[in-house]
């Protein structure tokens, strides 16, 4: 398993940009599939989005697809989601997690290590 830490969430404005942050602690991200997730209260959580870290490739959810994108910051050792023109219903806990088999998958059970979650709130 790997450690990761998001960073960046905060109270944006309907129509704003945040950019969030996922970390990797004690190794590198190396071949694996890093994924986005978010859970609004009283929601299970959802898959937003993932990047493979050896190719850079990028798959959406719908519900973000063209406002949303994840990229690789290799001289951090991170993963980025900016996203832009924020709705309400995006308010929730992003998480970013990792599947440290290179798997890709967009279900939360295939994906091994998780970070704590950052708050994004989104307000009309």
């Known amino acids: 398993q790997v450690q990761l830490v998001e960073s960046g969430g905060g109270l944006v404005q309907a129509g704003g940009s945040l950019k969030l942050s996922c970390a990797a602690s004690?190794?590198?991200?190396?071949?694996?599939?890093v994924g986005w997730f978010r859970q609004a209260p009283g929601k299970e959580r959802e898959f937003v989005g993932h990047?493979?870290?050896?190719?850079?490739?990028?798959y959406y959810a719908d519900s973000v697809k063209g406002r949303f994108t994840i990229a690789r910051d290799n001289a951090n050792n991170a993963v980025l989601l900016q996203m832009n023109s924020l709705k309400p219903e995006d308010t929730a806990v992003y998480y970013c997690?990792?599947?440290?088999?290179?798997?890709?998958?967009?279900?939360?059970?295939?994906?091994?290590?998780w970070g704590q979650g950052t708050q994004v709130t989104v307000s009309s």
């Open positions: 004690g190794r590198t991200f190396r071949q694996y599939v």
């Open positions: 990047i493979t870290w050896s190719g850079g490739n990028t």
């Open positions: 997690a990792a599947n440290t088999r290179g798997t890709i998958g967009i279900k939360a059970f295939e994906y091994d290590s």
